[in-house]
């Protein structure tokens, strides 16, 4: 659990680093917002697919959230 509360807080800064609110980057991702605020909460896990979106929207490489 750690090692996800840890990822999700890399998800969590590179959408702030982006520039984005949570309700701006649900909407770039075409969900809810409350679906990014379970995931930065670790109560939601991401698969490859997402991650591979949020790195798109947030302008990260994959890498940089599994490092």
């Known amino acids: 659990m750690k090692e996800y ?3 999700a807080a890399r998800l969590r800064a590179a959408r702030i680093e982006a520039g ?7 909407h770039k991702l075409k969900r809810p917002q409350s679906y ?13 697919v997402e991650l591979r979106e949020f790195a798109r929207v947030c302008e990260k490489p994959m890498s940089y959230f599994i490092e």
């Open 20 to 26: 984005l609110s949570q309700i701006e980057l649900g």
């Open 36 to 48: 990014v605020s379970n995931i930065e909460g670790g109560h939601q896990r991401v698969d490859v």
């Open 5 to 7: 509360l840890a990822f």
